[in-house]
């Protein structure tokens, strides 16, 4: 399930307030800037940054 495009504008990292990406694939919304991907479960995004998953180098590498 896909989260509100519109939710997904007001939306930002709660951990540097930047900009989040949604990677359907992975159903996350990554922070570039903290190197951190927020799980979207069923379709609501959990902003929580010890619930966010680490992102490695190469996972960055490949978001650019």
Known sequence: ????????????????????????E?????SKQARLAYPVRDGIPVMIVSEARELDEQEIAELK
């Open 26 to 30: 992975n159903a996350e919304l990554v």
């Open 1 to 24: 399930m896909t989260p509100d495009p519109k939710l997904l504008d007001l939306l930002s990292c709660p951990l540097t307030r930047g900009r989040l990406v949604y990677d359907e």
